[in-house]
């Protein structure tokens, strides 16, 4: 299964971006997409997941300010953020679950700085 992100860069305060992810290679319906991140010094948390029928999870840092939507014929994932903080700059990751196993993208940076 191969997991390809796009859409990271560098964004002011305030600002927005949309993160997309593909997947493909995958004969089974995927279960769970999401989307991690990591910022410097810290563990990989969380951000936000969408489920096969639509059910989201958001980290409490985020609610309001970032949607993730899904086309499960295309296979793909998005993370619409607006209002960045700077605290929201981390390396972010999509993830995905099929089954019991669970893939990762190679990560795409995003930095929120004026």
């Known amino acids: 299964v191969q997991v390809v992100e796009s859409g990271g860069g560098l964004v002011q305060p305030g600002g927005s971006l949309r993160l997309s992810c593909a997947a493909s290679?995958?004969?089974?319906?995927?279960?769970?997409m999401g989307w991690y991140r990591q910022a410097p010094g810290k563990e990989r948390e969380l951000v936000a997941s969408i489920t096969e029928g639509g059910t989201t999870r958001y980290a409490d840092s985020v609610k309001g300010r970032f949607t993730i939507s899904r086309a499960n014929a295309d296979n793909t994932v998005s993370l619409q953020m607006n209002s960045l903080k700077p605290e929201d700059t981390a390396v972010y990751y999509c993830?995905?679950?099929?089954?019991?196993?669970?893939?990762w993208g190679q990560g795409t940076q995003v930095t929120v700085s004026s």
């Open positions: 290679g995958s004969r089974d319906s995927i279960n769970a």
């Open positions: 993830n995905l679950v099929i089954r019991v196993w669970s893939y």
